[in-house]
């Protein structure tokens, strides 16, 4: 298909755990490459050397500053790209690499890890670790009707995108925290244990019916407070569930 977007996915201090879980799509991923998203870049995959211009970078990791060539990167990433995507944990909110403090050999000055919204302006968050596979091929297929679909298409994936462009701006700091202060002691929750299924280090579990956060386990992913369904997420987009997902349904035909 001639009028594929352009997609290149950006290593910074990332495991690669979050490009494994976009090839977790299996063959979506291939129909995604197939119809809609020309991979111009990514290291792992391809033999392209230097950041070219894309429509959407897909960035893993998060940025060591004491590494002058990483930095480079990160910013050269946002001049070259019309939409930067945080695509998970790390690059949105540091996680792990939050724990960093250098002093290991053999670059102990390698002690400064930040998420890439604390150097460039970042359009969308992917939070996790990983991030879903489900996630990543919304993100993808959403980008794509939004820059190339018509009007109507258009208007979906921009109420699709937006919560997600709306976490990209409301910070870079992400601690389980994040559901007792935001969720909990707002009277919000519900029990839905939605929060516990998606940490990845089982630092919830539900008490009573209420979410208990052993703080020493958290790593920072962001994800419980991304997954609970009390707390970003607008009726917006929930009221358009159903159009969303046949959206998503038909263009995953391959
Ligand atoms: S509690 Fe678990 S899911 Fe929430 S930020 Fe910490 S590690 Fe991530
Ligand atoms: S995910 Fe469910 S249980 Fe966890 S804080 Fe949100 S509403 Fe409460």
Avoid: W
């Amino acid at each position: 298909m001639a009028d594929k977007i352009t997609v290149g996915h950006v290593h910074m201090s990332g495991c690669t755990g979050c490009l494994v879980s976009f090839a977790d799509n299996y063959e979506g991923l291939l129909t995604i490459l197939d119809k809609y998203a020309d991979l111009v870049y990514a290291l792992t995959l391809a033999d392209v050397r230097h950041i070219p211009e894309m429509d959407v970078a897909l960035v893993e990791g998060s940025v060591c500053i004491h590494d002058h060539l990483s930095v480079e990167e990160i910013i050269e990433t946002r001049k070259n790209a019309k939409i930067v995507v945080a695509l998970g944990g790390c690059a949105c909110y540091g996680n792990i690499t939050r724990f960093c403090r250098g002093g290991q050999m053999n670059q102990p000055q390698h002690e400064g890890y930040l998420p890439i919204g604390d150097l460039i302006d970042v359009d969308v968050y992917i939070p996790g670790c990983a991030p879903t596979p489900q996630q990543i091929r919304n993100v993808c297929v959403m980008a794509y009707l939004l820059l190339k679909g018509n009007d109507e298409q258009k208007s979906l994936a921009g109420a699709y995108l937006t919560p997600f462009m709306n976490l990209a701006k409301a910070g870079t700091e992400a601690c389980g925290c994040d559901i007792m202060t935001q969720v909990i002691n707002q009277g919000l929750c519900m029990g839905c244990g939605s929060c516990a299924a998606s940490c990845p280090v089982r630092a919830i579990t539900m008490e009573y019916g209420k979410p208990q956060i052993e703080r020493d386990l958290c790593v920072k992913c962001g994800a419980c407070y991304a997954q609970c369904p009390r707390s970003f997420y607008s009726f917006d987009v929930v009221n358009q569930y159903e159009g969303i997902i046949d959206a998503i349904n038909a263009a995953m035909q391959p």
